[in-house]
């Protein structure tokens, strides 16, 4: 399995409109994030889970040149707007429409952005086509299964997802945009290999973990490697990992995982 973080930061990026903190003119390109989000490789099979406003730059520099379906986990801005680029992709599948998979909330906003791509096929080449589906608890594909949980983010839940890969057995959690985990979401992800949560940044905040927070469920899960993303201009990629216990690190864009 291989994971590729497309986007790590927060829905105001980094640097930041009009910011000239020591972080947003940080020389580190581990300090310049675009949105959040992960393209995930599961023996073979091409699995985007969100989509940010930066989508279309973030596949040319990860050179992500195939998707089998699309995953949105929840309807926020910052992870559905890059959606109209997904049109390349229904293009290379032989201009067929894109799998779909949200809750019903991101069901709701792909229907109001974006209605003019609801269909079984394109219009004509060059032009985006989804098919919409609510995410099933368990998805079971030939390559594996992908697990879904409802995760408490302010007015709304979105989904975390936790990809179990069938020929290495491997286990991958995605946990973005949450306020805190479940019961049941800390078991699902239980005994993965490695763990993504939302760790916005170093003080509360009212519909995100900070780090803090964060490192809590971290040592609840207990997994080998623990991720955060969806950072803000708060986070100093090095001075804030630097403090961090073992096992857990900041992720940044273009960072890619090999389980």
């Known amino acids: 399995m291989e994971v590729i973080f497309l986007g790590s930061g927060t829905s105001q990026g980094v640097p930041m409109i009009a910011c000239d903190c020591a972080v947003c003119t940080s020389p580190d390109p581990r300090n310049h994030r675009t949105r959040a989000s992960v393209h995930v490789v599961m023996d073979g099979l091409h699995v985007q889970v969100d989509a940010a406003p930066e989508f279309r730059l973030q596949c040319l520099r990860e050179k992500i040149n195939r998707m089998d379906f699309f995953i949105l986990t929840h309807g926020h801005a910052d992870h559905v707007t890059g959606m109209d680029d997904l ?3 229904c293009d290379l599948k032989g201009s067929e429409a894109l799998q779909v998979y949200s809750t019903d909330e991101g069901i709701s906003r792909v229907l109001a952005i974006f209605p003019y791509a609801i269909a079984e096929r394109p219009i004509s080449k060059g ?3 989804f098919k919409l589906e609510l995410m099933p608890p368990v998805l079971e594909l030939p390559q594996g299964t992908i697990q879904a949980t409802l995760l408490p983010h302010g ?14 057995g491997k286990r991958f959690a995605y946990y973005t945009d949450n306020k805190r ?3 049941e979401a800390v078991a699902l992800a239980k005994g993965a290999d490695v763990v993504v949560l939302d ?7 009212p519909t995100h973990m900070s780090i803090p927070e964060a490192l809590e469920v971290a040592h609840e899960i207990g997994a080998k490697q623990t991720w955060l993303t969806h950072l803000t201009h708060l986070n100093d990629h090095a001075a804030t990992e630097a403090e961090l216990p073992a096992g857990v690190r900041l992720a940044y864009d273009g960072l890619r995982l090999k389980l």
Do not use: I
């Open 199 to 205: 760790g916005l940044r170093p003080n509360p905040h």
């Open 155 to 168: 007015g709304l839940n979105t989904l975390g997802l936790v990809f179990t890969e069938k020929s290495s």
């Open 127 to 129: 032009y985006a086509a």
């Open 181 to 183: 985990l479940t019961h």
């Open 87 to 89: 049109r390349r992709f």
